[in-house]
């Protein structure tokens, strides 16, 4: 089985890291929020209709990228975390609704709250 670890860091970045830290939280919060938006405007368009609704394809951060080419100059994994954390958000909204408890709707991400972004150690590459 294999163990995972999350390393809490302190960064002190220069200049141009904290322009790269600053475009890669912009761009992880324009996808969660775009992938929201879209959640929200196939559920309105298709709510009618559940079969329809539940086999609809959502578009992935490679679409994203493909129609938003500024989305290329940051971290893949970053984007692509930005799904899972709005699955969860949707899962733990739904999970509530079930037991009665009537808060938690997924909301979009702002710029003046807490900036964070998760990524991913792959091949000892951090």
Same mark, same amino acid.
């Given at each position: 089985? @294999?163990?995972? =670890?999350?390393? &809490?860091?302190?960064?002190?970045?220069?200049?141009?890291?904290? /322009?790269?830290?600053? #475009?890669?939280?912009?761009?992880?919060?324009?996808?969660?929020?775009?992938?929201?938006?879209?959640?929200?405007?196939?559920?309105?368009?298709?709510?009618?209709?559940?079969?329809?609704?539940?086999?609809?394809?959502? @578009?992935?951060? =490679?679409?994203? &990228?493909?129609?938003?080419?500024?989305?290329?100059?940051?971290? /893949?994994?970053?984007? #692509?975390?930005?799904?899972?954390?709005?699955?969860?958000?949707?899962?733990?909204?739904?999970?509530?609704?079930?037991?009665?408890?009537?808060?938690?709707?997924?909301?979009?991400?702002?710029?003046?709250?807490?900036?964070?972004?998760?990524?991913?150690?792959?091949?000892?590459?951090?």
């Amino acid at each position: 089985m @294999k163990k995972y =670890r999350a390393i &809490k860091v302190r960064l002190y970045p220069n200049r141009e890291e904290r /322009a790269l830290l600053d #475009q890669t939280f912009g761009c992880c919060r324009f996808i969660y929020n775009k992938m929201l938006e879209e959640r929200i405007r196939v559920y309105k368009e298709l709510k009618e209709d559940k079969d329809t609704l539940y086999a609809h394809k959502y @578009k992935t951060e =490679r679409e994203y &990228k493909g129609q938003f080419p500024f989305l290329k100059d940051v971290d /893949a994994k970053a984007l #692509q975390s930005e799904w899972r954390h709005l699955k969860s958000a949707y899962d733990n909204f739904f999970r509530n609704f079930k037991k009665g408890i009537k808060k938690g709707f997924p909301r979009f991400k702002s710029k003046k709250s807490k900036q964070s972004y998760t990524t991913f150690n792959s091949n000892n590459n951090l």
